[in-house]
């Protein structure tokens, strides 16, 4: 079975300083894992995937985010946080083996919160 | 743009009514999914759909079923509506049946509650 873990509920940076978000993820196959984000009352926008080649994928609003595979973990990163960066973020993996057929699998989200 | 529209943004609705939540998708995506999200669990995949007429059951289908009839279109049905059902549920699609590497875009979501 694919499981993902994001082991912090909630995330504080100060606006101008490096954030990481994390995520461990388990699966039997080869992963194919996204970062997801939430704004409040809203629906959940795409911000990068990895499939396959460079460990480090760039996404939008100038997030990365670095896969590793020995340590099974796609940690979400940003060289230096905004305020507006504030949201609740959403790792998900799907498992090129198994897969669960079309399932994507969510971890439990991480709230990010960006202080002036 | 890809878009994913649900019918309502939020709903009040009383236990045991039939209740009728509905997403629709602009771009001919073979695979639609209803998830609900609740506060530390995170999405959770109740009923996916990857072709007309076909439905599969996720993570927690009881209490609810699924109908699509169009492509376009999937619904999402609670046949009896009790108050652990109050949630946001979130609708997503994706292209291409059998690939797995394309991400899903969701709609905005529907916030429920049953009183």
């Known amino acids: 079975a694919q499981s993902v873990a994001q082991p912090e509920d909630q995330v504080n940076v100060a606006e101008g300083n490096p954030l990481t978000v994390k995520c461990t993820y388990s699966?039997?196959?080869?992963?194919?894992l996204f970062w997801y984000v939430q704004y409040p009352n809203r629906g959940l926008q795409f911000l990068l995937k990895?499939?396959?080649?460079?460990?480090l994928v760039k996404g939008s609003y100038g997030f990365e985010a670095e896969f590793n595979k020995s340590q099974t973990s796609f940690h979400l990163k940003k060289p230096s946080a905004l305020v507006s960066d504030s949201a609740l973020y959403f790792c998900a993996v799907r498992d090129e083996v198994t897969g669960g057929g079309n399932k994507l699998t969510f971890g439990t989200g991480t709230q990010l919160k960006v202080e002036l | 743009d890809v878009k994913v529209t649900q019918s309502s943004r939020y709903l009040v609705k009383r236990t045991g009514e039939k209740v009728f939540l509905e997403c629709v998708q602009d771009m001919d995506h073979e695979n639609m999914f209803w998830y609900r999200q609740d506060p530390g669990l995170g999405l959770r995949l109740i009923y996916f759909s990857y072709d007309v007429k076909m439905k599969e059951k996720g993570d927690i289908p009881e209490g609810y079923s699924v109908s699509r009839e169009k492509k376009e279109r999937f619904s999402l049905i609670l046949e009896s509506a009790s108050t652990n059902q109050t949630s946001m549920y979130l609708c997503a699609s994706r292209p291409r049946k059998g690939v797995l590497n394309t991400e899903a875009f969701f709609g905005q979501g529907t916030r429920l509650t049953v009183v």
């Open positions: 990895y499939i396959t080649g460079d460990n």
């Open positions: 699966v039997s196959g080869n992963p194919y």
